[in-house]
């Protein structure tokens, strides 16, 4: 059974920055690639970041291109989206999810994804 778990979320002012990390275990050999997803308080789930599992293939929205930064974590099977220059607009539930390569999904449609995790909340605020 595949499981994901975010955290690294929290309370940050604008400008600041914060490091969210996702654990992936269980049967992903099969997975193609690791996404992030954001959603916030009465709007639908946003693609923000994708990478490919083979090649190393990354894309963002264009709302967090040159700030947010994905990348595999330390650990086997973790992946990190490193956050700067943080806004209040960016205040969300920040989950991850496995699906399918990036480039065939270049929208990050959330549909498109396999495993959820359950998400972790960043607040960005004064």
């Known amino acids: 059974q595949v499981q994901l778990v975010e955290s690294g979320g929290g309370l940050v002012q604008p400008g600041g920055s914060l490091r969210l990390s996702c654990a992936v275990s269980?049967?992903?050999?099969?997975?193609?690639?690791i996404a992030w997803f954001r959603q916030a308080p009465g709007k639908g789930r946003e693609g923000v970041s994708c990478l490919s599992s083979r090649g190393g293939y990354t894309s963002y929205a264009d709302s967090v291109k040159g700030r947010f930064t994905i990348s595999r974590g330390d650990g086997k099977d973790t992946a990190t989206l490193q956050m700067n220059s943080l806004k209040p607009e960016d205040t969300a539930v920040y989950y991850c999810?496995?699906?399918?390569?990036?480039?065939?999904?270049?929208?990050?449609?959330?549909?498109?994804?396999?495993?959820w995790g359950k998400g972790t909340l960043v607040t960005v605020s004064s």
């Open positions: 999810a496995l699906g399918p390569p990036c480039d065939l999904n270049p929208r990050l449609n959330s549909a498109a994804m396999a495993y």
């Open positions: 269980g049967f992903t050999s099969h997975y193609q690639a």
